[in-house]
């Protein structure tokens, strides 16, 4: 899985980027760590969490999405690093 630095914070982004997703960090009242609005395709995470619970709340939120067509827009590293984290994420 992905070390809990802003640079792995940083490739998460780029991914969700290359997606087609902007992530955002907003203040909320939702309970987890992110939501998705899936019609405009945007990550909103709550910006009072820490580098580990960023990381831990976009790779949640990439887990769930539906991501068929989107993954023929990533490079190689990226499609490694997207299967990494669902997979990582089926284990638990």
């Given at each position: 899985?992905?070390?809990?630095?802003?640079?792995?914070?940083?490739?998460?982004?780029?991914?969700?980027?290359?997606?087609?997703?902007?992530?955002?960090?907003?203040?909320?009242?939702?309970?987890?760590?992110a939501?998705?609005?899936?019609?405009?395709?945007?990550?909103?995470?709550?910006?009072?969490?820490?580098?580990?619970?960023?990381?831990?709340?976009i790779?949640?939120?990439?887990?769930?999405?539906?991501?068929?067509?989107?993954?023929?827009?990533?490079?190689?590293?990226?499609?490694?690093?997207?299967?990494?984290?669902?997979?990582?994420?089926?284990?638990?």
């Amino acid at each position: 899985m992905l070390s809990y630095t802003t640079h792995s914070l940083e490739k998460l982004e780029q991914l969700c980027k290359q997606l087609g997703f902007k992530v955002r960090y907003e203040k909320g009242n939702f309970r987890t760590g992110a939501c998705v609005l899936q019609t405009s395709k945007v990550i909103v995470v709550n910006r009072f969490l820490n580098t580990e619970s960023r990381i831990n709340a976009i790779a949640d939120v990439l887990t769930i999405i539906q991501l068929d067509e989107e993954i023929s827009l990533l490079n190689e590293k990226q499609k490694q690093l997207l299967m990494s984290i669902k997979q990582t994420k089926l284990k638990i």
